[in-house]
């Protein structure tokens, strides 16, 4: 079709008012800048729906997540966590993870008004140019392929797109930075996981991991990794921030770190009253488990009034700027994204209660003079270009020699 025919026809279907009227409306010479995609890269919502399903096309109550929030907070994807808590390793984890997975998948199903299920930087642009929004899949704890790569293979064949190589706990090829170190950092077979991930174009996310699992995650990764939800180590001192050092070496491999929102991530003084909390409440806390061993909706209930009647301190939603603002110095403007780990914060900040108020870091960025192009890349570009980089490799390794880039490495298990 002539391009001039094309334009008459999208006009006059896009603009019936108008066209009935014969309102003839200047074409605007110059194109508007392209809003840039936006990404947050950690929610545990799929958690949350398997405990108490939601109708995710309405506004829910409970949680921070749900597709009209999705909207308002102008969020064009969101990578839903397959988390596979550590109890189920070696006990059924990988079922575990298919489990959470297909859950994912029909959460997507279920609002095709709202969103698309994604699996590439193309899907996610053909999502929001057919106005939708994308859901994806991340997996969480690397115990979830049980020590093969045949699962994890089937993993990236069933959609997930990243996996953080441990949890909070050790697994048997990867130390964790919330457990013992046992391995010194990637065993081996370890070290072809992450290979394998390259190979297949799976994201290698090393929130969770121990420093040492990073450094070498760093040194045997082709391509460029991303941290799905870790804040800076020197504005916070949870061990599983990443340090100056982490984002610079982060940096030059050319990753992405996306910024936490969990307040006792982002400031020592929530993350200090936490614990003494923590502390205070055990015994109460233990009653609670007694009265409702399987943890369900007495323990829940318990557990909630528990934590309003002995609030932590508030922390302003802007701590998450001061993150960004400090990482963006230590790792460059190409390096910091937003991963919210909403849904799996029993706390937030004060001004960021749930997704819809994504607008907010936006503007502060704007306040704080960041260009507007830099905002573009905080808010999700940076993560688009890594995954985009990373699907570029894949197909690279995918093509080279055989014995240069064997299918099944041979430590494999
Ligand atoms: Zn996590």
Redesign the pocket.
Known sequence: MPKRVALALLLVAVTPIYAARRVVKPVPKVAAAPAGITVDT?ADTPTQFLDHPFDLGALNTRGHFDYPRMKAGGLDAEFFAAYVPAKYANKGAAAFCLKIMETIHEMADACPTWVRFATSTAGIKAAVAGNRRAILIGI?GGHAIEDSLDVLRAFYRFGARYM?LT?TNTNNWADSSGDEPTHNGLTPFGKDVVLEMNRLGMLVDV??VSDKTFYDVIEVSKAPVIAS?SSSRALASAPRNMTDEMLAALSKNGGVAMVNFYPAFLSDEVAKASKAREEKLKPEIAALKAKDPSEGAVYEEGLRALMAANPLPKVSWTVIVDHIDHMVKVAGIDHVGIGS?FD?IPEVPEGMEDISKLPAIRAELKRRGYADDDVRKIMGENFMRVFGEVEKIAKELQTKEPAAAPVIPSAAK
């Open positions: 950690h969480e953080t949890h929130s969770h939800h780990d799996g």
